[in-house]
């Protein structure tokens, strides 16, 4: 009886494992691995005055916290109920002109008009980038000043 239970989980492990290796693989260019990018052009038509109402309606892939003033307070990625999550590993790491925003007020303060691109890395990109504090991706921030515009 012992072998015969023993044997269907070979099984049926050998049949899920045959499963996996026969589905469709997502190619490099699919939603999962992208970035998003904005242009300057991007940005000005979208009529948002400063940076954190424009990733607030832009960024779909994070959510994003204000207190009852509407001062930011924090950034989350969006997780699924299966998904693992480790401690402060959900906050995407921000970069303005290659220096670390840890204050999410500091978007609030930075105009639109001042920013040349948005970059916004998904969770393995961020990893590649920036190391494994970036596990929930990395949002760079590029403004006319640091890029000579």
Not at 94 to 101: F, M, S, T
């Amino acid at each position: 009886m012992r072998r015969t239970i023993y044997l269907s989980v070979v099984l049926a492990t050998a049949a899920s494992l045959a499963a996996c290796a026969s589905a469709p693989r997502r190619s490099p260019g699919s939603a999962a691995s992208q970035s998003q990018t904005f242009t300057a052009d991007d940005i000005t038509r979208s009529g948002f005055t400063n940076a954190w109402d424009f990733l607030r309606a832009k960024a779909r892939r994070y959510d994003f916290y204000q207190d009852r003033f509407g001062r930011p307070r924090g950034i989350k990625t969006r997780r699924g109920r299966s998904t693992i999550n480790m401690a402060d590993s959900d906050s995407p790491m921000i970069v303005v002109d290659g220096a670390r925003v840890i204050d999410f007020t500091a978007l609030r303060d930075l105009q639109c008009d001042a920013i040349s691109s948005i970059e916004i890395l998904n969770g393995i990109s961020g990893t590649v980038s920036q190391g494994t504090n970036a596990a929930a991706g990395v949002i760079y921030i590029h403004t006319w000043e640091a890029s000579g515009g």
